[in-house]
C-alpha cells in the first residue's frame, strides 16, 4: 500500500491539519480543545470553591461538612489527567441532591453551574 498524496489544480488548501494516504490518521484532540477544557476545568474548580465557601458561611453541623468534603473530592479528581466521569459524576448527584436540602437556592445555582461545566 502506498500514499496516494493530493493533486489540486488551482485554489487553495487551507486547514489546521490534514492527512492524505491509506495509514494516515489526525489525533482528535488539539491545542484549542485543551484549551478550552483547562479552562472549564479551572472555572469548575472555582464556582465549587465558591460553594464551600457558602456553606461554610451559611451553614453548620455534619449535613453541610459531608457535602464539603464530597466536593473536596470532586475536585481532586477533576484535577486528575483522566477524572473517572462515573466518580465525578455520582457524586455530583448526591451532593446536588443534599443542597436541595440544606442550601439556599444560590448555592445550589453555583453548584449546577460548576458541575455542568464538568460533565461530558
Request: aromatic share 2%; proline share 2%; charged share 20%.
Amino acid at each position: 500500500m502506498s500514499n496516494n498524496g493530493i493533486i489540486q489544480h488551482g485554489g487553495t488548501i487551507n486547514a489546521q491539519k490534514i492527512a492524505v494516504g491509506d495509514h494516515a490518521s489526525i489525533s482528535s484532540s488539539n491545542e484549542q480543545n485543551v484549551k478550552m477544557t483547562l479552562t472549564a476545568k479551572e472555572e469548575a474548580i472555582g464556582l465549587l470553591d465558591q460553594v464551600v465557601q457558602r456553606l461554610t458561611q451559611l451553614h453548620s453541623g455534619s449535613d453541610h461538612r459531608n457535602v464539603v468534603e464530597a466536593i473536596g473530592t470532586m475536585k481532586v479528581e477533576i484535577n486528575k489527567e483522566q477524572p473517572n466521569k462515573l466518580t465525578v459524576g455520582s457524586l455530583g448527584t448526591a451532593v446536588l441532591e443534599n443542597l436541595k436540602q440544606i442550601s439556599d437556592s444560590d448555592t445550589l445555582q453555583l453548584f449546577q453551574a460548576a458541575f455542568n461545566k464538568i460533565q461530558p
